[in-house]
């Protein structure tokens, strides 16, 4: 595939992901509004946090991994018959794996709280329980529309799968507002909207699914647990799950750390770590999403000259994504947290326990992204032990560094430890792929010397910004246009739109001058189809 073809397609994802992480930010700030950084708040985040780890694995890990480079392979075989029979058996076999998780999750609820959460104290350790019952089928339906989404992305369909976040944020804001009167917390209402947003997700796909002749039932469970293709679905997911045991561990782990640095530590991690997926899952996520099926196509073919080209422009886009919006964030970390968050029950030292803790995860920002497009050049080829390796490596460093810095730096420390792993995880990846043969070295220093001059020309354009962020916010700081809460659009947003626009523009200009190549080939495609326009 070429960088124009790449674009265009991440382009068409990033465009619904731009609109569900914007939503998705919206959704944090309903939270934040309705919970802060309160003893309830950690019970949610504790409880909505345990069915999300199993839909690492069921959804993420196993789609990407093996069951995205497996139906490709039946795909290119032609055999509409033998197709339908994978898919049959697959989707037979993953419903019931789902569900009698569900079931046996919400059984073992108490136990999982008791695990994640033990110094949650007595009422809110109950309050954690009944919200991990309740929110537990969630990772049933988005389950099932991982797979579905794994059908359409193999045949080139993004569009419907970035855009049910979309949906799935909209229930979570909705049922907020609405049902919260009407339960004994908000949280709860909340979590009714978790579930029925991922059901959303689900039933949103069908139709598309449909509309490309995807035909499939449900097969006899014999079949279903018999069938080559799931059988080969497995042995490829089976060194993942090693990799999401540890995985597993590790959060088990460092939220205990956590919780045990004191209230809100738990909550503000979150909303810390959400602000980095909010860069994350606008651009990277989707580039990454569009670049495997391409990846595989190529390692298939054994055309390891377009793998390479594909996969440095995808490390080298990341790059010149993910490095500024480092840079913009640690000198905007404050403002980001306050414009953002800061409502309802979010109060100072929720801001302040927030900010800290994104002072130390943004700086991981750019090895979490490479692991993200470094990922699929190995999922490509069908091998899931070596990331799985990297992220075993990876989880060890974790938990040990958050030991070790969670006394003296609390909230903060678990953040720097998870930068600290996110850049093991990276080199490990990266040393393991050239070492393979089939990813040219030369490609990779090319990369990181590309790397280091962005870094370069990000920390020249913050230096406007960061002698002018002060003034720039109190000449906006006494004007009183709004009542209450509506005058922060004068006192804080207009400020930080104004100090974006200084960091962006001196970016862009010092992009253009050194004449980047990424912003170059975009620069004269979007200059072309206006004048095509024209």
Not at 423 to 431: K, M, P, Q
Request: hydrophobic share 55%.
């Amino acid at each position: 595939m070429s960088r124009k073809n790449i674009l265009r397609s991440s382009s068409t994802l990033v465009f619904f992901t731009f609109t569900s992480r914007i939503l998705g930010l919206f959704r944090e700030i309903v939270k934040a509004a309705f919970l802060g950084t309160t003893a309830l708040s950690d019970a949610f985040t504790i409880a909505f946090l345990i069915p999300n780890l199993l839909r690492r694995l069921f959804a993420e890990g196993t789609i990407s991994a093996a069951f995205i480079p497996t139906f490709k392979g039946y795909l290119n075989k032609g055999s509409k018959e033998e197709t339908a029979q994978f898919l049959s058996a697959i989707f037979t076999f993953g419903v019931t794996v789902f569900f009698g998780t569900v079931l046996t999750g919400m059984i073992f609820s108490g136990v999982l709280v008791d695990i994640f959460g033990p110094d949650l104290g007595g009422d809110i350790s109950k309050e954690a329980v009944f919200l991990t019952r309740i929110m537990f089928p969630y990772l049933a339906f988005i389950s099932i529309a991982a797979l579905i989404q794994g059908i359409l992305n193999s045949f080139g369909v993004f569009g419907p799968s970035g855009f049910t976040p979309v949906l799935f944020n909209l229930s979570f804001i909705t049922f907020a507002f609405v049902l919260s009167p009407y339960t004994a917390n908000p949280a709860r209402a909340i979590a009714i909207g978790v579930v029925t947003g991922g059901m959303i997700q689900a039933l949103f796909q069908v139709p598309f699914m449909i509309k490309k002749g995807v035909k499939f039932s449900f097969s006899g469970f014999k079949t279903a647990f018999t069938h080559p293709g799931v059988r080969k679905v497995l042995r490829l997911v089976a060194p993942t799950m090693l990799g999401m045991g540890a995985y597993q561990i590790n959060i088990i782990v460092t939220t205990r750390i956590a919780n045990m640095a004191g209230t809100g530590i738990v909550s503000s991690l979150q909303f810390s770590n959400r602000l980095e997926e909010l860069i994350l899952g606008v651009f990277i996520i989707s580039l990454s999403t569009v670049i495997l099926p391409e990846l595989s196509a190529d390692a298939k073919k054994e055309n390891w000259e377009s793998f390479n080209k594909n996969l440095i422009f995808g490390i080298k886009l990341t790059a010149m994504v993910s490095i500024p919006a480092t840079i913009f964030t640690l000198i905007m970390r404050y403002e980001i947290v306050t414009l953002l968050f800061k409502f309802g029950k979010f109060d100072d030292e929720s801001v302040r326990l927030t900010a800290y803790a994104l002072l130390f995860h943004i700086c991981g920002l750019f090895f979490i992204a490479i692991s993200r497009i470094l990922f699929p050049a190995f999922f490509a080829q069908e091998d899931t032990v070596t990331p799985t390796v990297a992220g075993v490596i990876s989880v060890i460093v974790n938990i040990v560094v958050a030991i070790l810095l969670v006394e003296s730096m609390k909230g903060g420390g678990v953040a720097l430890a998870s930068t600290i792993s996110a850049a093991v995880s990276a080199f490990v990846l990266i040393a393991m792929l050239t070492k393979s043969g089939k990813v040219k070295k030369e490609g990779i220093k090319d990369s990181a010397v590309y790397s280091l001059k962005l870094l370069l020309i990000a920390f020249l354009s913050i230096l406007p910004l960061y002698f002018l962020k002060d003034t720039i916010y109190d000449v906006f700081k006494e004007i009183m246009i709004f009542p209450g809460h509506f005058n922060r659009i004068v006192t804080e947003l207009i400020p930080f739109i104004v100090s974006t626009f200084i960091f962006g523009s001196c970016l862009t200009a010092l992009l253009i001058a050194v004449k980047d190549e990424n912003t170059v080939y975009i620069f004269n495609k979007v200059a072309g189809r206006l004048k095509w326009k024209k």
